[in-house]
Each structure stands twice: as C-alpha cells, then as structure tokens.
C-alpha cells in the first residue's frame, strides 16, 4: 500500500498493511476459489483507492456532517450538500457490494480486506452508518430471501442505489423485543403469492432507525420485525410470535423499478450527543399518510417463515456487532492519529534534569513527556488493538464461508464466543482511548477547532446500540460459555495456548506466562460464576466478566501481533512490540478487580434495596 | 433541610444534610467566635434557599445555556436572557460572599455550607463557573492586595456586581508558565504611588479565560500574569520573573466607579464541547484598540512584590482546584438523580426465573435489573464520594482559618496533601459516572432531549483546566508525598488509621482489613517509587499513582461515611453502606493495577521511541 494523503491515513494504511499481512496472512486466501482472481496487489489497490477517497471526500466532510444536523421539510430529511458527494462518490466506487457474489455486484473480496476498508472509510467520516446497516440488511436477504427478494431488493442495495434499516425497538421495547406491538395481517385474498412475498399489511410505530429516512437515496428498504396475530386476534407474547417483513419506503415491481409511495411516515428526527449527520427516525407504519394500493396499512412482505424473525435478523444483528466492533476501532484510530501528530508537534515544558529545569532551554515536542507517552501507548494498544480484534473476527468470517469444513466449523464456534467481544471491547476502550486523545490536546482538545472531542461523542454510541454492553454480557456469560458444554471457551482456549506457546519459542515468556496465568484465572472464574448453577447468582456480575474477558481477548491478540511483529521487518513491527509490552505491564494486570467480583458471585448488585440507591 | 421541589433537589438535600450534619458535625463550628452567629437552622434556611433559586432559575437555563451559545458582537459577548435571569438571581441572593468577613459582604459562613451551596448550583446549572473564578480572584485580593485593592475591587466582586477572572495561559505557554511573554512596564512618573497600587502598562496576548468577556456584568476583573523586564530588556526566564496584576477591562476610581476602558480587547471565543452557556477568550492586552488616558498598554495595578506573583496566583489556583471538585461532584450528582429517577421509571423486560422469562408478567421497572442497580451504585460512589470528599476539604478550610493552632496546622497539612486528589479524583469518576448515566437510559441517554450528555460533555473539561491530571499527579508524588520528610503523608495516615479503628469497633472488620492493606500499599509503593530518589525514575507512574492514591483516599471516606452512618437513623444511612459496600467490593481491588507499574519504576512510558507509537 502507499502511505496515504492526510494524517490519518498515513497512520491507518501501514497498520492494517501489517495486520493483513504479517499477521493475518490474507494472500494465503487468493489459493482458495472464491479469491483466486485476488492477489496482494489487488487488495492494495482497493485499500489505496479507498483511501484516497476517503482522504477527498470523507475527511473534509465530518465536521462538517457534525454542525449542520440533517433537518426535517414536508415530511422529508434534508441532508448537507457535503453528504451526498461522499455519499456518491462511495457509491462509485462500487465497494459496498465488494465481498459479496458477483450476481450481486460483488468482487469475491475477502471479509478481512471488505473490513479492512470500511476502517478506512469509518475513521474518516461516520457517513458510512448508513452503508453498513444497508450492507447487514442486503446480506440478510441474501441469506434468507426468496431469489425475487434478492434480486428486487439485495441488488439495488449492494449497488448502494437504495439504502436499508432495521427496524426492531418501540418505544416500549427497546431490548426486550418480545414486547413489540407491531402488527401484521394479510393483505387480502392472493396475499400468500405475491411475487415479491407474501404480502402483509403493517401497523406500528417504530425508533432509533438509523438512516430511516434522507434525501441521499431514492428508496429505503426497511426490515421490520412485527407480530401477526392469530385467529382470535390474540399474539404470541414470546419472541417466538416475531416474524420479519421487506417494507420498502417506496413500492416496486419486479424490475425493481419505482412504484408509489407505501405508507412509511416519518415522525421524528433525534436530536444526538454524536452521530449527527446521520439522522435517527422514529417512523410510524400504517397511519394512513399513504394508501398504497388504495388502502391503509403499509405493504411489507414477508422473509422466511412466520415465527422466524429474530433468528434471521440475528443474523444481520451479528454482523451489524462486528460493524459496531470496526467502527469503535476506526474512531480509536482517528483519535489517535490526531493526538499522536499534535504531540510530535506542539512544544510545551522542558524535560526534568538531575539540577531540575533550566528554563533557558527551548521547550520540547510533549511526546517527550513519559505521561504523553503513556496516554499514546493505551490509545495504541486500545485502538490497535480493537483494530486488530476487528480484523480477526472478519478473518473468521472468510474462514467460515470458504474455509475447510473444519476451519468452518473452527471459525463459527470462535465467532460465536468472540463476537460479544468484538462488540463490546473497542466500544469501551476506544471511548477511554477518545477521552485520551482530547487530555493530550488539552484546552485545544476541548474545542471543536480539533475533530478529537467529536470521536469522542460519537463513539459514546457504540456501547449502546446493537446489543448494550449489558446485553453482551449475558449474552456471553448466560450463553455462548456454557454452549456445547463450554466446547466455545474450549475452542478459544486452544487458540490462545497456541500464541501462549509461540511467544515462549521467541523468547516472550514473562508475557506468555502472564497470559497463561490470565486464562486460567478466566476460566476458574466462568467455572466459580456457574458452581450454584443459579442464574441469578452466575449472572449479577455479567458485565465485569465481559470486561475481564475483553482484556484477557486483548492481550492474546497483541501477544499474537507481537508474535508475528518478531518475526518481521516492517515498519509497524517495533510499535507492536511496544503497544503489546504496555499492555501487559499496565492493562492486563487490571482483569483481577473484575473477575474476582464474578468468581465470589458477589450479591450486592442483586440485593441492594433500589430504596437505599 | 426540606426536601427540595425538583429530581435533582430531592437526591441532593438529604445527601448534603446527611454529610454536614451527620458526618462533619458542622453545627460544632457554631461554638467557634467567628461562627457565632450561626445554627442549624441558618445554614439549612440557605441550603433551602439556593436550592429554591437553583431549581427556578439555574435548572430551567442550563440546556438553554448549552443550545444558545454566547456569541460575537461588535467586540463585545451577547449571551442569552435565560442567562441573565439566572445571573441576577444569584447576584441578589447575595450568597457569593457568604463565608467572608462582614466588610466583605459576607455572613461568616462556614465553608463547609459555604461549598455545599455552590454543590447545589452547579449541579442545577453551570453558569456558576464565572462565580467560582469571581470568588477566588477576590479571596487573592483578599489575601495579598492592599487596603485599597480589597475595597475597589474585591468588595464589588464579592457582590457579583463585577466579575473576576485569571489570565495565565498563553499559545505558547500552557501548563509551562515559566514560558509566558506578557510583560509589564513602569506607567510613567509616579507609577510607583497610584493608590491602586504600583501602576503599569500590559502588553501581551492571554487564552483559555473563562468569563474573559460577556454582557452579563459591568467590570471584569482581570488578574494576569506578567513578567517586568529589567532595565537591560531581559526578563528572567523562571517563574520567578512572573509577578501579577489587576487588570480591568474598565479603569474605575479608588470609590469603584467606572472610567473609561482600558485597553483590553476580545480577539476571539473558543467553541467548545460543553460549558458552552460560559464564555472562554482569548484577549488581547495593550494592542492600541483602546487608549487608556492617552497611551498604549493595558493599564493594570501590581499586586504584592514583583516576582511574587505565581506564589499568590497559586493561593487562588489552590481555592480553585478544590471547586473543581466541587464542580465535577456536582455534575456527578446531577446525572446519578436523573439515572436513578430514570431507571425507577422506565420499564423494560422482566427478571429471570428458574423457569426462564415469563412474557406473559408485566415488564419491570429496570432498577430491579442487577446490571442497572451496578451501574447506579457506581455513580452513587463516584458522585456522593466525590461530594463528601470535596466537602471534607471545605470542613478542613475552615479549621484552618478558626481551629486552634493544632487543629490549623493539621487542616493545612492534610490540604495540601489532599487537594491534587480532591481535584482529580471527582473529575476522572464522575465523568465515568456521567457516561453510566448516559447507559441507564440507553439510546435515550444519547440524546439531547435528555440533560446526561450535556453533563459528560461540560464534565470532560474537568480533567484539563485549573491544572491536568497529569499535573496533579506530578504534584502529588513529585512534591507533596515527599515535603516534610513524609509528614503530610503521615498525618493523612493518622486520619486513616482513626477510621480503620472505628471501622473495626462497630464490626465493619472485612472493609478495616482492606484499607488498611490498601493504605500500606500506598506507602509501600511510594516509598519504592522514590527508593533510586531519581525523579526520572520515580515519575514515570505518576498518573497512575494518582489514580491508586485517589482510590485508596475514596475508601477511606466512604468507608468513614459508613461509620457515621452506623450511629445514624438519617434516611441516607442506608445508602451510605450501600455505597461503600459497593466501593471496597468493585473499586478498591483496582489499586493493584495501578500502584504495581509506580513500584517497579515500569520505565517503558519513559524509554519507549517515539517513533514507534
């Protein structure tokens, strides 16, 4: 790769040219079918072009997205002129559609060179939300969808012509979807064999749908979770009663051409901390607005079985985690580029002597204070290492869909248990690395002259949606240890033993027996956690296991990068070596205060009387 | 106290009722000449009062504050209505000059009460910034002006007719004072007897001034830093060559009345991530815009000797640091009260039975969840510990101005030693406080229909101004732990040892066990930090020993807290076991993490390239 036009993206392309390569070895991909027109020049090229557009069109287009908030006219979004040319020149670069078949505009791009690219394009400017939600989406349908449904609806999408949402939380649901109110019905006689799916009419109202409506797009294709009563007009009040539904913002015919207008209304538009040239509607279904088809209710259609909703959109939800997990990563690595230039370049104080200051020297660059240093090593070790966390997950990713039946079965079992991580982890500790970045600017960190303070708020997102961090950790410590009989813990563990023992043959061995020692205490902790086999006594401490599990999965992964930086010459390598030595010495020490809440299964948290809070 | 006719004054007034009171016994102040005057009942009819005025004037301001940012005008700073309404109210509370003498203005009020006031204001709204800096520029004048100075410009400050700011700060010289260019020279024949005090003429360019310039007073009071040449030219390039003056923007006369302008001009107002309702500056000094009686140069008035003027900027940085806290507290305050109201409020999703989650129950109010009840707990020791903390140090002033000599020289003792503490530790937890109320409510939280994110965003400068975290903790290891041979650390010792016994006599023996190693685990590592005696050696951890050393001083008052509340049927008492149950069980085991790289003298933040961040 070259080195990139602008600050950021002369810090960003050599750390993920060492991860890809050094590290994660995707050249080793093109050997396999689906890559074989693929080599390391073609990845370099695309990150490259990537880069140069995201260097043009995304960067000068950020702060600018943050100060003039998408607005409200007639029932329309209005986005800033500066949206729709990185939107459109994201659109032509064809990329959105990069991993996927060719029949859908795709290349055959790795997952791990497809991420590799959105960090690019997420640390330079949030626009792309909207892409990633309508990539889960496209994706869904490719898994679930009857072939008009892909080809009426995915294909558009892919070419990033219209854009997709999901649409779950209500405002009396928001993580508890077995509570939504959304109603489908049949739409009239023949319903069951419309063309594009079974066709339903939905009524409801529904939040925090990113993208939910613009001016970018000249359609929307909503996913829609909804309950279709039964006979009685009763519903299945479980999550069991969830199906999912297409419902297009505007209808189409086969040929994907544009009909009238379906009967989506825009309510509202969130006024956010962050995000802000992403407008976030509540959108009501059915209110009559429209009369498509000369009748109320919105037309949605169908995808899979009724019933079967939450299952297919976990799907999208899985993938939209490990969006979630490359998008903390990329503002961690935004922030820290700004910070670590600044520090190379703004002289303050002098360096203490042995006779104290001399005030007659010239004041030094503050990347010489050791205390800058150290705020620079844990955005490193966050930032990168979040990054890296990312681009593993995707590895898994290409690993599962083309790999050996075993390395398939291999990838799934570790995505299962590292995906609550992959979610989580970036999301806490790119926010502290973003808090970081603003404390090394200082005074000037708190302005909005530097883009720091704007990382900031729009990373506070991230531990929030797709899943809180809360909702991570049950998920972790409620399900994906104890699943199989732990087999997934099991599965990781062989994995980290694996660097364990590389790390010693290179000599590594106090960080290899600190890792070590750190697995174990993991594992006696899920094992003390789970003794009573008591839900309520395993779990009141889910989200410290998740976090002492995170850094335990951190420190594995630059004990692995660090690995692979001894047996390289690149230019990133000695910073590997530095970014996994900090976090050794002044991270991993810190799982003890998390975990040991979760081995003694410490009550207070169940207990405590909501009177005395 | 009553209990307060909003969210926010309800959680607050039993709080600080259950620290004057039941905790700092401050009603014993009342036996001391100064106090005399005073009962519980005055300072619980204060407390009402600014909590009456905090709830109509400042709490309806503060979002408006926030949205409607103080602009450019002409030269001159327009700030909203809202503003001044909440302005006068507090002018005509009279309550600024509280704990001065008579001829202030004041009422002889305890700080302790005096501070607990100033928590309920700037929980309520942060337009209290410029009142703060008003008061502590004036408790400087107080201290070291003359006579003259004190009745001209200390009384109308105290009265808040004027207000007070510092000008330290240059582009070049931030946290380096040492570097500061402004200079001062001799006004003329004369100059040397102007009953304002020794009369110069200011030359030079100051930033990041909060309250710099705005429409809501009639005078500003400016005390700058400046260096005096000497006769060749040179200046001496310590801070020894720093002496201070007042500068304001209006000349007045030795009754107060306003003259003409002095040359002091607005060049620009920084726009920032929060504190948006206060306006920071950059002004100019002496640039010709004005010419004050005839001739260039900023007229301003030395206070004290020449080249004295950092010891006594530090008097009012000290004063300073401790309203950081107070401030930071406040903050925390302010969104623990609305998380808490938030989460008994808000339903979503059900507890989970040994049978699995039964959709068909009502969904619960997510305070009975036991994630939500930890992050409550979190912000309730974050907040109410940083409450009591920067309390503590208000009870400590005002030993130190009415105790015995013995009770005096104790109360400066543990001031300087605690006060890097007091700032630093509020403004590091109660930012994490802050972002656990942003996560209680959610996607909610995210946004600005709700006050949490404003609250993170005006909290982050917490850690920057008045002196960084990084600052503090120089301060701290590098100077305070090692003055005296130890003594101050000694005598905070003597205190904590005091509540470990207490602890240990009312059956609290697990948390008095765990102090106590946590406190010779701050000892230990304090003295093997500095056992080489090599500053470059003992201060690389600085920020980490600060954050072990702030965490050890929070067990030790809420564990203090806990004793007093064993003898208490206040309604807080329970919440204050709860809170330190909470805090010895989830926050002191972190010490570990951060103590261990201060005791081996971890050297990588100090050796590692530069080059390979």
């Known amino acids: 790769m070259t080195t990139g036009k602008t600050v950021l993206q002369r810090k960003l392309l050599p750390v993920l040219d060492f991860m890809l390569h050094d590290w994660l070895k995707v050249e080793e991909l093109t050997s396999r079918n689906r890559f074989e027109e693929h080599s390391r020049e073609t990845f370099d090229e695309l990150l490259n072009a990537a880069s140069e557009v995201a260097a043009n069109k995304f960067e000068p287009a950020y702060r600018l997205s943050d100060e003039q908030e998408p607005y409200m006219a007639d029932g329309e979004v209005v986005t800033p002129k500066e949206s729709h040319l990185a939107f459109e020149a994201y659109r032509d670069l064809g990329i959105l559609a990069a991993s996927h078949d060719v029949e859908f505009g795709g290349m055959h791009l790795p997952r791990a060179v497809d991420?590799?690219?959105?960090?690019?394009?997420?640390?330079?400017?949030?626009?792309?939300?909207?892409?990633?939600?309508?990539?889960?989406?496209?994706?869904?349908?490719?898994?679930?969808?009857?072939?008009?449904?892909?080809?009426?609806?995915?294909?558009?999408?892919?070419?990033f012509r219209w854009t997709g949402t999901m649409c779950l939380s209500e405002s009396q649901a928001g993580s508890s979807l077995a509570d939504i109110t959304t109603s489908a019905v049949p739409d009239g006689a023949g319903h069951e064999s419309d063309p594009l799916g079974p066709r339903y009419r939905i009524t409801g109202n529904k939040m925090w749908i990113s993208g939910g409506e613009y001016d970018l797009t000249e359609n929307i294709i909503h996913l829609v979770l909804a309950k279709i009563p039964h006979e009685d007009g009763t519903v299945d009040p479980s999550t069991k009663g969830i199906s999912l539904f297409i419902v297009p913002k505007v209808l189409v015919d086969e040929e994907s051409r544009l009909l009238e207008r379906n009967d989506v209304t825009l309510v509202s538009l969130n006024h956010?901390?962050?995000?802000?040239?992403?407008?976030?509607?509540?959108?009501?279904?059915?209110?009559?607005?429209?009369?498509?088809?000369?009748?109320?209710?919105?037309?949605?259609?169908?995808?899979?079985?009724?019933?079967?909703?939450?299952?297919?959109?976990?799907?999208?939800?899985?993938?939209?985690?490990i969006e979630i997990g490359v998008a903390a990563s990329s503002l961690g690595m935004a922030g820290f580029a700004t910070a670590l230039d600044y520090a190379k370049d703004r002289r303050q104080g002098r360096p203490r002597a042995a006779t104290g200051k001399d005030s007659s020297q010239p004041q030094v660059p503050i990347i010489e204070h050791a205390d800058v240093k150290r705020m620079l090593l844990a955005q490193k070790a966050y930032a990168e290492g979040g990054t890296a966390l990312a681009l593993y997950a995707a590895r898994l990713l290409d690993d599962q869909s083309?790999?050996?039946?075993?390395?398939?079965?291999?990838?799934?079992?570790?995505?299962?248990?590292?995906?609550?991580?992959?979610?989580?982890?970036?999301?806490?500790?790119?926010?502290?690395?973003?808090?970081?970045?603003?404390?090394?600017?200082?005074?000037?960190?708190?302005?909005?002259?530097?883009p720091v303070e704007?990382?900031?708020?729009?990373?506070?997102?991230?531990?929030?949606?797709?899943?809180?961090?809360?909702?991570?950790?049950?998920?972790?410590?409620?399900?994906?240890?104890?699943?199989d009989a732990g087999a997934h813990l099991g599965a990781l563990g062989v994995e980290v033993r694996g660097t364990i023992d590389a790390a010693k043959r290179i000599g590594l061995r106090a960080e290899a027996d600190a890792l070590s020692g750190a697995w174990d205490e993991l594992l006696v902790t899920t094992v003390q956690a789970w003794s009573t086999g008591d839900p309520a006594e395993a779990l009141v401490n889910a989200t410290p296991y998740l976090q002492g599990f995170g850094h335990v999965v951190a420190a594995w992964i630059h004990l692995d990068l660090a690995v692979a930086a001894t047996h390289s010459d690149h230019s990133e390598a000695p910073g590997r070596i530095a970014a996994m030595k900090y976090f050794f010495a002044y991270e991993l020490p810190r799982i003890g205060a998390w975990l040991g809440v979760v081995a003694r299964r410490e009550a207070l948290c169940r207990d405590v009387n909501p009177d005395s809070l």
């Not at 088809?293 to 995808?303: H, K």
């Not at 992959?422 to 302005?447: D, F, H, M, R």
Request: charge should be positive; charged fraction near 20%.
């Open 454 to 483: 704007m990382y900031w708020r729009d990373q506070r997102l991230n531990m929030i949606h797709e899943g809180t961090h809360g909702i991570q950790a049950l998920d972790l410590l409620g399900r994906k240890v104890r699943m």
């Open 115 to 159: 991420l590799a690219s959105r960090i690019i394009f997420a640390a330079s400017g949030h626009n792309l939300v909207p892409a990633m939600l309508t990539d889960a989406n496209a994706s869904l349908l490719v898994e679930h969808g009857t072939e008009t449904q892909k080809r009426v609806f995915a294909v558009p999408e892919l070419a």
């Open 402 to 450: 083309t790999g050996s039946p075993a390395e398939a079965e291999r990838a799934s079992v570790l995505l299962e248990i590292l995906t609550p991580i992959v979610k989580s982890w970036p999301s806490e500790w790119c926010l502290e690395a973003n808090s970081l970045a603003i404390q090394v600017l200082g005074g000037a960190g708190y302005t909005r002259d530097w």
């Open 272 to 321: 956010k901390l962050g995000h802000r040239g992403t407008p976030n509607a509540a959108l009501t279904f059915g209110d009559g607005t429209h009369t498509p088809r000369g009748s109320r209710g919105a037309i949605g259609y169908l995808v899979g079985s009724p019933g079967d909703g939450l299952r297919q959109m976990f799907h999208m939800m899985n993938a939209a985690r």
